[in-house]
């Protein structure tokens, strides 16, 4: 039983299905019916990929494991059960010889007021989807605008975080915005900014070097704003103050801060490495040889490393999982089990146009070359549906970008603080106010749970509707939030209204967590309705 179809998940299924050949019934629990390709997903954002492009089918590429849509919500592990809720409410339980979880990682937040409230993260579909429209919106809106101060703040695109989803967003956005700009200037005649800030003081703070002066140049060429030493100090409906104590009007917050590993892992009492489930490296986790666990969901000794471990990246849960499927193999008798050895082949990181900045093998490698590469790169490491994404860039290549916005994700439905950023939140605002309102305890002390994203609340809940939606789902039709917005697609909550802050029956967030679930108390309207 395979919790999460990631990069390290998927692969685990590959491997196991391989290996096994029809002696084990290995089952796949993921919320969504495809596996994603995040290492894209900024080329979605920005107008090159559409989004199907950057998806596997599960079904389709995997087809001897049974695929269960649902998200894990509890795990037994002395009963070697787990309990998930499927995309339409119903519940179930799973029985296993094996688990391996491999449920990935969602947006890290930073206790800064107002971030929760007012930014959006980049970490799943939904928000890629958000993004893209977002920004087309703010630059047709800007560019109608004789208010040069308006003007400014709908221009002024804000991305905090400059490691390698940081530094791809601004600086494919910059080249977005700028398409858009040249096929329909502003009336103020102003150019769209992209400002992008950390607290360290180069971007790829993680990378090596070469790579952080490379993306560094090409942004700055660019004309990107880059700010290092600098960060996010408050977030308001009206722009953003920073660390420096400069207010800067902007309608946009891309939190790209990096991420922290999804709940589901905390949740099991288990020894844990900041909030990485703790492994062996034989990716089992002590005391507990039938449970594996992969990917940035768990805590791997990097034995190329002593003392350290594994990072967060696709390369390490990939291999991960073919080595977490060997040794599951290897516990039934099939195959030696092998500990987890891998030192990193390099990076790309795609800076949009043909520009790249890359180091495969330990080469350094600049300009249309480490584009070619990148490209080529991502091409062989995608487990499927590579033509198209070929074909896509092609396309890109000889014809404008598609500067429209379809409105499908809305504000609302993708907030920065969530545990299933690979779905939209469905149901209209007013719902997910209502799930937000913290219900009254009942008789054993403990609150019902609020309806999951994605999922359809229980009928005689606050906020409860027919079960209508598909996973990562559009608002079923009849539904409060379910018709597109009649005059502004996609159309922002208000942003006129008094700064937030924390309700004051919220917990204080300790340093470098999540301040937890926060109430968000964004306004809707007609527009986002
Ligand atoms: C925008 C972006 C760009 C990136 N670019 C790069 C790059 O260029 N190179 C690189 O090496 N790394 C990159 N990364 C990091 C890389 O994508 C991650 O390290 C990698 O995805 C981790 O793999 P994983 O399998 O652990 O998690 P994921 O790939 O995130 O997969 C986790 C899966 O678990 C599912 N899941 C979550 N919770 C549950 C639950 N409760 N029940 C069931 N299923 C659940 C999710 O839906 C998902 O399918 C990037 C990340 C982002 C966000």
Same mark, same amino acid.
């Not at 089952?27 to 900024?42: K, R």
């Not at 403990?446 to 359809?456: A, L």
């Not at 300790?510 to 926060?518: K, R």
């Given at each position: 039983?395979?919790?999460?179809?990631?990069?390290?998940?998927?692969?685990?299924?590959?491997?196991?299905?391989?290996?096994?050949?029809?002696?084990?019934?290995i089952?796949?629990?993921?919320?969504?019916?495809?596996?994603?390709?995040?290492?894209?997903?900024?080329q979605?954002?920005?107008?090159?990929?559409?989004?199907?492009?950057?998806?596997?089918?599960?079904?389709?590429?995997?087809?001897?494991?049974?695929?269960?849509?649902?998200?894990?919500?509890?795990?037994?592990?002395?009963?070697?059960?787990?309990?998930y809720?499927?995309?339409?409410?119903?519940?179930?339980?799973?029985?296993?010889?094996?688990?391996?979880?491999?449920?990935?990682?969602?947006?890290?937040?930073?206790?800064?007021?107002?971030?929760a409230?007012?930014?959006?993260g980049?970490?799943?579909?939904?928000?890629?989807?958000?993004?893209?429209?977002?920004?087309?919106?703010?630059?047709?809106?800007?560019?109608?605008?004789?208010?040069?101060?308006?003007?400014?703040?709908?221009?002024?695109?804000?991305?905090?975080?400059a490691?390698?989803?940081?530094?791809?967003?601004?600086?494919?956005?910059?080249?977005?915005?700028?398409?858009q700009?040249a096929?329909?200037?502003m009336?103020?005649?102003?150019?769209p900014?992209?400002m992008?800030?950390?607290?360290?003081?180069r971007?790829?703070?993680?990378?090596d070097?070469?790579?952080?002066?490379?993306?560094?140049?090409?942004?700055?060429r660019?004309g990107?704003?880059?700010?290092?030493?600098?960060?996010?100090?408050?977030?308001?409906?009206d722009?953003?103050?920073?660390?420096?104590?400069?207010?800067?009007d902007?309608?946009?917050?891309?939190?790209?801060?990096?991420?922290?590993?999804?709940?589901?892992?905390?949740s099991?009492?288990?020894?844990m490495?900041?909030?990485r489930?703790?492994?062996?490296?034989?990716?089992?986790?002590?005391?507990?040889?039938?449970?594996?666990?992969?990917?940035?969901?768990?805590?791997?000794?990097?034995?190329?490393?002593?003392?350290?471990?594994?990072?967060?990246t696709?390369?390490?849960?990939?291999?991960q999982?073919k080595?977490?499927?060997?040794?599951?193999?290897?516990?039934f008798?099939?195959g030696?089990r092998r500990?987890?050895?891998?030192?990193d082949?390099g990076?790309?990181?795609?800076?949009?146009?043909?520009?790249?900045?890359?180091?495969?093998?330990?080469?350094?490698?600049?300009?249309?070359?480490?584009?070619?590469?990148?490209?080529?790169?991502?091409?062989?490491a995608?487990?499927?549906?590579?033509?198209?994404?070929a074909?896509d860039?092609?396309?890109?290549?000889?014809?404008?970008?598609?500067?429209?916005?379809?409105?499908?994700?809305?504000?609302?439905s993708?907030p920065?603080?969530?545990?299933?950023p690979?779905?939209a939140?469905?149901?209209?605002?007013?719902?997910q106010?209502?799930?937000?309102?913290?219900p009254?305890?009942s008789?054993?002390g403990?609150? /019902?749970?609020?309806?999951? =994203? *994605?999922? &359809?609340p +229980?009928r !005689?809940? %606050?906020?409860?509707e $027919?079960?209508r939606? #598909? @996973?990562?789902?559009?608002?079923?039709k009849?539904q409060?939030?379910?018709? /597109?917005?009649?005059n502004? =697609? *996609?159309? &922002?909550? +208000?942003k !006129?209204? %008094?700064?937030?802050? $924390?309700?004051?029956d #919220? @917990?204080?967030?300790?340093?470098?967590?999540?301040?937890?679930?926060?109430?968000?108390t964004d306004?809707?309207?007609?527009?986002d309705?």
């Open positions: 039983m395979i919790v999460g179809a990631g990069f390290a998940g998927y692969r685990t299924a590959q491997t196991l299905s391989r290996l096994a050949r029809g002696r084990a019934e089952v796949l629990l993921n919320p969504t019916d495809y596996f994603l390709y995040l290492p894209l997903l900024p979605v954002a920005a107008g090159i990929l559409e989004p199907r492009r950057v998806t596997v089918s599960l079904s389709g590429t995997l087809p001897h494991v049974r695929l269960v849509l649902g998200q894990a919500d509890r795990i037994d592990l002395d009963a070697r059960q787990v309990h809720t499927g995309p339409e409410d119903e519940g179930g339980t799973l029985s296993y010889d094996r688990l391996v979880l491999a449920a990935g990682s969602v947006n890290k937040l930073l206790p800064i007021p107002g971030v409230e007012h930014a959006h980049f970490r799943g579909l939904p928000e890629a989807l958000y993004l893209r429209d977002h920004v087309t919106r703010q630059v047709e809106l800007a560019a109608a605008t004789d208010d040069p101060k308006a003007c400014a703040a709908r221009c002024t695109f804000v991305v905090v975080g490691g390698y989803t940081g530094t791809e967003v601004a600086a494919h956005g910059q080249l977005f915005t700028d398409s700009v096929k329909h200037p009336r103020t005649g102003m150019r900014r992209w992008l800030l950390d607290i360290a003081d971007v790829l703070p993680e990378l070097e070469r790579l952080s002066r490379t993306a560094d140049g090409v942004l700055r660019r990107v704003d880059v700010r290092m030493g600098t960060s996010v100090k408050e977030a308001t409906p722009g953003v103050l920073l660390t420096d104590g400069e207010f800067v902007t309608k946009t917050l891309v939190w790209c801060v990096g991420v922290r590993p999804d709940p589901l892992a905390e099991l009492g288990l020894p490495e900041r909030g489930l703790l492994v062996d490296p034989h990716l089992q986790v002590p005391g507990r040889p039938e449970v594996f666990a992969c990917g940035d969901a768990a805590a791997v000794p990097d034995l190329e490393k002593p003392g350290s471990y594994t990072p967060m696709a390369q390490h849960a990939w291999r999982g080595v977490a499927a060997h040794n599951i193999a290897a516990s008798g099939d030696e500990a987890y050895r891998h030192k082949l990076f790309v990181v795609d800076l949009g146009g043909v520009k790249a900045a890359a180091n495969p093998l330990g080469v350094n490698l600049s300009g249309p070359v480490a584009g070619a590469v990148t490209r080529g790169y991502h091409l062989a995608m487990p499927g549906n590579r033509v198209r994404v074909a860039w092609l396309l890109d290549a000889v014809l404008p970008r598609q500067a429209v916005q379809l409105g499908l994700v809305r504000s609302w993708v920065l603080d969530t545990a299933s690979e779905l939140r469905v149901g209209g605002p007013e719902r106010r209502q799930s937000a309102e913290r009254p305890e008789g054993d403990t609150r /019902p749970e609020p309806p999951r =994203p *994605g999922t &359809e +229980a !005689n809940q %606050p906020g409860g $027919p079960a939606n #598909q @996973p990562g789902g559009e608002p079923a009849s409060p939030g379910g018709e /597109p917005a009649k502004q =697609p *996609g159309g &922002e909550p +208000a !006129n209204q %008094p700064a937030v802050t $924390p309700p004051p #919220q @917990p204080p967030p300790g340093p470098d967590v999540s301040p937890g679930p926060v109430r968000r306004r809707f309207t007609e527009g309705s």
